[in-house]
T-cell receptor, first 113, second 113 residues
């Protein structure tokens, strides 16, 4: 099983739609979880952290299920500007207590007018 | 604040040449790391550092060296460039590593011919 797995997509959705991405991770000892956004030919940028209790930031909601080792990202009322690749990220096995971050390969979202 | 600055943005090398990719951050982050991103492979960790004078290997360290003489700088050295090292290289830094997410530089696009 790969350390972090995501559906590569692409997800093609109309403006205003609600879209959900899922991610699974293999290391049950992982303690930190994030969603990053990466625009074409740009660097990844932190979208939001994912907490055990779930968290929401405007139109974005992240959920964590430790028992199933599963993370989700929900985007409501999609905008054209949401078009990007979304990277699921967990802390991995390098770095001892620091726990380097392991990146999924990303899920591509394309929001159409 | 400049954040994380990478130079150069683009580079073409001949096989066997050596070069250093520069990375500097002005956020007083202790934690810095280098990733490479290849199509279909996602981001893979090359080397990381948890503070000045401390470095360690990540997932794909072969062919690369790093040093961390100051908190601000974390250069990546390619010892003898090979076509397999053609990639986009990202430097990232973090306040305390896993719990706070990373800030990425804008990347270096390297082609080895």
């Amino acid at each position: 099983r790969k350390e972090v797995e995501q559906d590569p997509g692409p997800f093609n959705v109309p403006e205003g739609a609600t879209v959900a991405f899922n991610c699974t991770y293999s290391n049950s000892a992982s303690q930190s979880f994030f969603w990053y956004r990466q625009d074409c030919r740009k660097e990844p940028k932190l979208l939001m952290s994912v907490y055990s209790s779930g968290n929401e930031d405007g139109r974005f909601t992240a959920q964590l299920n430790r028992a199933s080792q599963y993370i989700s990202l929900l985007i409501r009322d999609s905008k054209l500007s949401d078009s990007a690749t979304y990277l699921c990220v967990v802390n991995g096995r390098y770095g001892g207590s620091q726990g380097n971050l392991i990146f999924g390969k990303g899920t591509k979202l394309s929001v159409k007018p | 604040n400049a954040g994380v600055t990478q130079t150069p943005k683009f580079q073409v090398l001949k096989t066997g040449q050596s070069m250093t990719l520069q990375c500097a951050q002005d956020m007083n982050h202790e934690y810095m790391s280098w990733y490479r991103q290849d199509p279909g492979m996602g981001l893979r960790l090359i080397h990381y550092s948890v503070g000045a004078g401390i470095t360690d290997q990540g997932e794909v360290p072969n062919g690369y060296n790093v040093s961390r003489s100051t908190t601000e700088d974390f250069p990546l050295r390619l010892l003898s460039a090979a076509p397999s090292q053609t990639s986009v290289y990202f430097c990232a830094s973090s306040y305390q590593g896993r719990d706070y997410g990373y800030t990425f530089g804008s990347g270096t696009r390297l082609t080895v011919v």
